[in-house]
């Protein structure tokens, strides 16, 4: 647990293949780039830190659990992403997100979503997309 260390970026892992569970929350933290060597990691705990976006996921094919509460999150696909590279979409084994505290305004911002077939829970609460037109609220 490296929770609560000013730790801006993420660096040094790429010998930690097999690291099962990584809790990064509370720095300072601005890109989740560094990660894509820490391929066995099933758990990634990035809540309470400075994201913008979500580069550098794709390549983590087993991880499951992702919290990314309280960030700068405005949408959950890369800028500029290309649908089918790696290192711009989500982890295709993601069963729960935490989006919650968040700057993620409206539906379409979240189709990215469309594609992890084994997403069970999802959290969303306290973003602007929560109190505007609730009508709205399916991503088609």
């Known amino acids: 647990m490296l929770g609560r260390n000013a730790i801006r970026t993420i660096s040094g892992l790429e010998s930690l293949a097999k690291l099962d569970v990584l809790d990064l929350h509370n720095n300072a933290i601005e890109s989740v780039e560094g990660l894509q060597h820490v391929t ?3 758990i990634l705990n990035l809540a309470g830190n400075k994201i913008k976006s979500l580069s550098h996921l794709g390549g983590l ?4 659990e992702l919290n990314l509460r309280r960030n700068l999150l405005t949408s959950v696909h890369a800028p500029n992403s290309l649908p089918r590279s790696p290192v711009h979409r989500l982890p295709p084994a993601l069963q729960r997100l935490f989006l919650s505290n968040n700057r993620i305004s409206l539906a379409e911002d979240l189709a990215a979503l469309r594609d992890l077939s084994q997403l069970t829970e999802l959290a969303v609460d306290n973003n602007p997309l929560c109190t505007s037109n609730k009508a709205a609220y399916r991503v088609n």
């Not at 094919?61 to 499951?64: G, H, Q, V």
């Open 40 to 42: 066995g990691l099933r």
């Open 61 to 64: 094919t087993k991880l499951m």
